[in-house]
């Protein structure tokens, strides 16, 4: 920067000082003055358009309330920089000139340049204040979290876009209530957006989340555990891997309960494991391995149950958790469904037709497959299916092209939805706790292998979670009556509960 600014200014009288207008002719300031208000219209712009737009892009809130903020504050603190160093110039040459400004009141025109600084910094606290606010609610909203990070969050996104939470952003089961967590999760936030920057987050994000609040400050300020939920009817649609897809179903009373008798009877699921106790468990850093569970009943008595043939070095060495609504529920949101239940329901609801053959397990076979990238399994399913049936079935190839044509539609939403290779995820890398039909689940604790010193067992009874309250094969019904069934394996695997359901039903290709 030149000094010719101030050599141009003509320098005041002896004891006067410079006014404003000369203070303020330097290259400094001038830039510093052009930058703010560029920022500030900027802001103005982009606010409304936040404002205005109904899905506004995550992009407009980044400039608008962090990056045009950052350029119009160093725009405003370049003024006085370029202020301060006119007057030192000034002061070289002109030695009398006092060394702070002489401010005078009965100076008309210094009185109005103050007027016009008060002004301005009323102004400026009203509009920092709203941007902060702004800022505040922008870095919680889905977007910032869901959309900004593109391929890092993308999996989640998509899924919670799919959830029943689709409506509860990120920070209401990430962050919670109360100044701390949110330093907490910015401080984390800035760590994330640093491996972003460098490409170095891990693919997939881990999980389970070692420090997710605990549910009691999440979950539960919406869902209160005390609420009696009764038994839920699940209706559960199954294809076989069959030419003709034979459907099963089976509808089960599953005894959710609830907690409080003031509420109603307490009972079931819910009762049991939240709120006249408090269970404990020590696992793996997965919690795929449960060898070790304490619970303490409402008057303080304990019970430990350990598995069968862990022994006690093992466990010491494992960490101890309390257990709460994310144990059980663990993909309440960012739930990825395996390809053999996303097909099923593709089936039952008729988006994919049953009357083509072979359909369940083409389709399934097609999303396991390993890709590299989503693109390539696009491709992949656009080809592969015309090609089997044009292949196998020639005839339906022809009647029924447009039900081909939508069941490859169907099959790459699915796999859209599901699974992502950019990232990694698949049903297999994020677990899905509730039940034990693909996953360990409920019986990582209750598989009939965890005693307590007493004998006592925790319980695998087949009737102590659910009543199957029917089932169906083909158009055949196997009996049902009101106190419930025995559920009846589809081929004979022998007493139910010897086996592990998921070490047969996988998610992917096979029963
Ligand atoms: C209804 C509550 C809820 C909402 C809303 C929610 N999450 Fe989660 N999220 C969870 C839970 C619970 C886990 C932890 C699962 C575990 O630890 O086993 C999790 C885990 C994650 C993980 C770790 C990887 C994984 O899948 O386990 C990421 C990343 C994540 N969430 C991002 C997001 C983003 C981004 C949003 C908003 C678009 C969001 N979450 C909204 C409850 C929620
Ligand atoms: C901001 C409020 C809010 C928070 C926080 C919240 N939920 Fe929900 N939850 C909802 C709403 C709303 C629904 C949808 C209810 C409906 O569709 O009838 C829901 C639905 C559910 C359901 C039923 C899903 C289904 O398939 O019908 C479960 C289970 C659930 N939430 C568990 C959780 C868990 C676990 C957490 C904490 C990790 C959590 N919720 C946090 C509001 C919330
Ligand atoms: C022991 C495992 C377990 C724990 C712990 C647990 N749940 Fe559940 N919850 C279930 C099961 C099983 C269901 C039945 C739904 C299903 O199978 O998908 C259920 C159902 C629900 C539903 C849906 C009820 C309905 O009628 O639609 C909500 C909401 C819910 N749980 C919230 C919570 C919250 C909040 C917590 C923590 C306070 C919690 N759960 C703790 C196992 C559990
Ligand atoms: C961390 C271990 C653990 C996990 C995981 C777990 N439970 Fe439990 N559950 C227990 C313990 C311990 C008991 C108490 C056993 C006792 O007192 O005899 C229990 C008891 C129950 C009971 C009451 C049984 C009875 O006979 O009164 C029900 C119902 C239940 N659990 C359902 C579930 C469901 C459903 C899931 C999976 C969604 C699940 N539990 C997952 C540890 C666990
Ligand atoms: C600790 C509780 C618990 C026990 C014990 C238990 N179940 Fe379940 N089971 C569940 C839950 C919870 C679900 C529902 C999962 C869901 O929401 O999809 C389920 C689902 C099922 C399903 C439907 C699976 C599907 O998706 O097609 C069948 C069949 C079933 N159980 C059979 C059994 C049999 C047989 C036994 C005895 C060996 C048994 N269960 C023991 C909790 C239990
Ligand atoms: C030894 C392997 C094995 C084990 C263990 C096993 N299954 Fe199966 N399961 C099969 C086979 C094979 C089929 C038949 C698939 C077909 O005909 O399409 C099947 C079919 C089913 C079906 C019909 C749904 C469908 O997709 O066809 C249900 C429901 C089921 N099993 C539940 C269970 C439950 C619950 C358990 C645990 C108590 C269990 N299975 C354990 C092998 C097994």
New binding site residues.
Partial sequence: MSDTGSVNTPLPPNGEDLSLRELLRNYISLIGLALAAVSLANIIFLFLLDLLSKRPSPYIGLLAYMVMPGFFVFGLLLVPFGMWRQRSLHRRKLPTLPKFPLLDLNNPAQRSSIAFFLAFVVLFVIMSAIGSYQGYEYTDSTQFCGQLCHTVMHPEYTAHQNS??A??RCV??HVGNGASWYVRSKMSGLRQVYYTVLGTYPRPIETPVANLRP?PE??E???WPKKFWGAQLKVINEFGDDEKNTPRQISLLIKTGGGDANNGEAMGIHWHMNIANVVMYKSDPTRMNIPWVQITDREGRTTVFTEKGVDAATINKMAERRMD??DC?NR?THDFPPPDRSVDNALATNRIDRNLPYAKMEGVQLLTATYKTTPEALQAIATQIPAFYKDKYPDIAKSKAGEIEEMVSQLQKIFQRTIFPEMKVTWQTHPNNIGHYYFQGCFRCHDGNHVSPDGKVITKDCNACHTILSQTEGAASIAATPQGMQFKHPVDIGDLKDVNCSDCHTGGVGP
Avoid: G
Wanted: net charge neutral.
């Fill in positions: 029943p939470h409506r509860v209401d089961c549910a999440t979950c300020q919406c869902h609504c994310v529920h309440p």
